[in-house]
């Protein structure tokens, strides 16, 4: 009997794929018509109590087909029904076929509750209409959905199941989870999951990894930079100095990687004394910083971020004589580290300060071989606007039900 139904499965699928002509067609409108049929026929089995035949049918339409939601939601919601549920039927990325269920479910939410979808074209145009707000989606492919078009019988019979197998078990199972989510409770299993005790469940080990990768991925960061150069030492004759300038960089994970520009500019009125060998005016003119920072967050709560940082950078400062006719340069090497905060106020965008102390050698050698003592360290003290930019990955955690600054 079964292999008669599974004979008159392929031959509904055949005809519909115009018979002799079937090598010329794409795997895509074959595979439609493998997932419409075999989807018809495990509702029909399991409405007539025939299980191994709906097991049959749901190994053809892998067979034929490979994995898709809908034959992945058929076969966990098979197993809990028959009570041979077990974490080897998630497969190996359980998260994709959880959040391809809720993007179905949020498709018809949001478009297909006023008649549904009568046919692929209706479904490409209200899909059309969501690609700007589902940009990792490409709506275009039905394969995303397992070519079982949203909102027809097949949803609705795995949705009926689904609510009937809920009363089988403990609230706290994965069981139960899994039989809410494909009911009536799609959008809170991820909240749900992170409250398991169940560690080594494939399910809560694969949303643990999709979020830990999500989170390592990097994020573009921008920041504008104002702040104050303050000498220590011999150098506290320059005076303490503006200090502007800008960040880019990345932020990827708790690690922040950023080059860094910082202009300071000069107080005409200021001079400094020293002998070259005799008394000589200079003038501070210009200094600039080029370099690269590193930082890690050390503590993260809500919207506040405190970090460690470190970095190497090329110093320079430039004098004029008492004359200005030629200008002088200092070079030295910048190692520095010290503290920063931030505070998000809006999706990414944040305000910070930084306070760093700066390892510098601004010795000044002239022509002559004479040597001005502007010995001696800085420190900075920087006010930052700036923003960590990255929409998709910002909306992904919070779909995970996790909090993204």
């Not at 702040?227 to 011999?234: D, E, H, V």
């Not at 009125?269 to 910083?289: A, I, V």
């Amino acid at each position: 009997m079964k292999k008669n139904q599974l004979w008159i499965a392929f031959v509904f699928c055949t005809t519909f794929s115009f018979g002799q002509n079937f090598d010329l067609l794409s795997r895509d409108i074959y595979c439609s018509q493998v997932a419409n049929y075999s989807s018809f026929f495990f509702m029909k089995y399991l409405d007539e109590g025939n299980i191994d035949s709906a097991r049959a049918i749901l190994k053809y339409w892998e067979t034929e087909c490979g994995e898709s939601e809908p034959l992945f939601r058929a076969r966990i919601l098979l197993a809990l029904k028959t009570g041979c549920f077990h974490d080897t039927l998630l497969g190996i990325m359980p998260m994709y076929m959880l959040t391809n269920y809720q993007d179905r479910m949020q498709l018809l939410e949001s478009y297909g509750n006023q008649g549904f979808f009568h046919t692929y074209d209706d479904f490409l145009h209200l899909a059309q209409l969501l690609s700007a707000q589902k940009k990792h989606i490409d709506f275009d492919d039905f394969r995303y959905f397992g070519y079982i078009l949203p909102g027809h019988d097949f949803d609705y019979f795995t949705q009926e199941m689904a609510s009937e197998l809920k009363s089988y078990f403990p609230e706290n199972s994965i069981e139960y989870i899994l039989a809410e989510f494909y009911s009536d409770n799609y959008d809170t299993i991820f909240v749900k999951i992170q409250l398991l005790d169940f560690k080594e469940s494939a399910l809560v080990k694969d949303y643990h990894a999709v979020v830990k990768m999500l989170r390592k991925t990097p994020m573009l960061h921008l920041s504008v930079v104002a702040g104050a150069w303050i000498p220590r030492g011999n150098l506290e004759v320059i005076g303490v100095r503006p200090d502007l300038g800008i960040q880019v960089g990345a932020k990827i994970g708790k690690m922040n990687y950023d080059g860094r520009l910082m202009f300071r500019f000069s107080n005409p009125s200021h001079r400094y004394t020293f002998s070259d060998p005799r008394p000589q005016n200079l003038q501070f003119d210009f200094g600039m910083y080029l370099g690269f920072d590193i930082s890690r967050d050390l503590y993260i709560k809500n919207n506040h971020e405190l970090q460690l940082a470190a970095g190497a950078a090329a110093d320079f400062i430039d004098f004029f004589p008492g004359n200005r006719l030629s200008k002088i340069s200092v070079f030295t090497p910048n190692f520095n580290f010290g503290l920063a905060y931030r505070c998000y106020i809006f999706k990414g965008f944040y305000i910070g300060m930084r306070a760093k102390y700066n390892v510098v050698d601004y010795t000044l050698i002239t022509a002559n071989a004479n040597v001005a003592g502007f010995t001696g360290n800085t420190i900075t003290f920087h006010l930052s606007i700036g923003g960590v930019f990255m929409s998709e990955k910002r909306k992904a955690l919070t779909e995970l039900g996790q909090k993204s600054r």
